[in-house]
């Protein structure tokens, strides 16, 4: 991909760019300088969690086996869920 500074030194992020790393106006980006290479990344000190459309989206990078860890955290809230249906009133304290 190609980006055109402007006569002012400007670039504009395409819009697919800022959504996937939930940029918004205002936000600070951080610039690394290397050779013959620019490195961009946002400043963030904050959570990675955005509110979008009254829900927190994730807007970090993810690491490791996302797919593995959602199916065992399913298996293992499903097993607590099971659990809990078997416990009689008695058990529980009631």
């Keep these: 991909?190609?980006?055109?500074?402007d006569r002012f030194?400007?670039?504009v992020l395409p819009k697919g760019i800022r959504d996937d790393l939930g940029l918004a106006p205002g936000d600070v980006l951080?610039?690394?300088?290397?050779?013959?290479c620019l490195v961009?990344?946002?400043a963030r000190e904050s959570?990675?969690?955005r509110a979008k459309d009254g829900l927190l989206v994730f807007t970090g990078r993810s690491t490791g086996d996302l797919?593995?860890?959602?199916t065992e955290h399913r298996r293992a809230r499903i097993g607590r869920a099971a659990t809990m249906r078997?416990?009689?009133?008695?058990?529980c304290g009631t």
């Design 47 to 49: 959570s990675p969690l």
């Design 67 to 70: 797919r593995a860890a959602v």
């Design 9 to 11: 030194g400007r670039v």
């Design 86 to 91: 078997k416990l009689s009133p008695a058990a």
């Design 1 to 5: 991909m190609q980006l055109v500074l």
């Design 40 to 42: 961009l990344r946002p």
């Design 30 to 36: 951080d610039v690394d300088e290397q050779t013959e």
